[in-house]
């Protein structure tokens, strides 16, 4: 009998490749989005869509009912504030409820590896407290589940938070090596997690090859064949200014400054055994990116 996932933030840069993997791997997908023409430009029919947003409990039950998993991808938008409504506390609290209320198996939720820089140098971030605090959350409701620590992903340098149009954004000096993994490599570990369906788990998800921020956008810089890629780099300082005026340029500075200062080790190779190992190397995501 095919596999039902319900999917909650498919349409974003880190939930496509996921939502992709499931449909290659034959399950039949579900995924809940407040922007239905995106959804079925992204994927047309192949995925049952429910619209709605995370404040309606009511909806996200009838949109729970009868799946056998559910994985979020949920994110703080950079313009949010502390006290704003945020996916991953209000609305994380919303799902869990509707969750319960379905008898839902199990959940996947995709956390990040750099949030455990919280507390180390004297470093506090409200972002960083929002994202254990869901974790907790998650740990708490009684509902099995997958948690997931990526470090990197290969994306933030083709069309995520490093790249803006033909340059990539850097600031201050990174200190320490990135494992950077591909969001179709992660996506199809995160299967192999559904699959296992096995106790609580949590999984450090790294891939192969470790660069500093500053390699890895010389890399892409000099192999990306599509156009010509320039390095810009802002000063930190001006950037650490500017986010006392604005929540965007502090939710810049504050990730900049975790991301080359965090001490990311290579931990996953107990993730390795259960889920398989990473195949993509960072110059063949280069050479094949849009």
């Excluded at 039902?4 to 449909?23: D, R």
């Excluded at 506390?89 to 008898?103: D, F, M, Q, V, Y």
């Excluded at 198996?105 to 254990?132: C, E, M, T």
Aim: hydrophobic share 35%.
């Amino acid at each position: 009998m095919m596999k039902k996932i319900a999917i909650i933030g498919a349409t974003g840069m880190l939930g496509q490749p996921v939502t992709y993997e499931f449909l290659n791997a034959s399950y039949e997908v579900s995924i809940f989005v407040r922007n239905p023409s995106k959804a079925q430009k992204l994927f047309g029919k192949k995925v049952n869509i429910t619209t709605g947003n995370l404040t309606d409990v009511a909806r996200l039950k009838k949109f729970l009912e009868n799946q056998d998993f559910l994985y979020l991808n949920l994110s703080v938008k950079q313009e949010s504030g502390e006290h704003d409504f945020q996916p991953e506390r209000e609305g994380l609290a919303n799902i869990l409820k509707a969750a319960k209320e379905t008898s839902l198996p199990r959940i996947g939720y995709l956390s990040s590896l750099v949030h455990f820089y919280q507390g180390q140098n004297n470093f506090d971030w409200w972002v960083f407290r929002l994202k254990a605090d869901a974790v907790s959350q998650i740990k708490s409701s009684g509902i099995s589940y997958s948690i997931f620590y990526p470090s990197t992903f290969m994306e933030s340098f083709g069309k995520g938070a490093y790249r803006q149009g033909n340059n990539l954004l850097l600031s201050g000096k990174s200190a320490y090596k990135m494992y950077l993994i591909s969001g179709s490599d992660y996506g199809k570990q995160v299967i192999r997690a559904f699959e296992n369906n096995n106790g609580n788990n949590e999984y450090t998800i790294q891939g192969q090859e470790g660069y500093t921020a500053d390699e890895a956008a010389t890399l892409f810089a000099d192999h990306y064949p599509k156009a010509k890629i320039r390095i810009i780099r802002a000063p930190f300082g001006l950037l650490k200014f500017l986010g006392k005026f604005t929540n965007k340029f502090n939710y810049a500075a504050n990730i900049i400054e975790a991301l080359n200062n965090y001490p990311e080790q290579f931990d996953a190779e107990k993730t390795w055994q259960k889920l398989g190992t990473p195949p993509t190397k960072f110059l063949d995501y280069i050479k094949k990116c849009p």
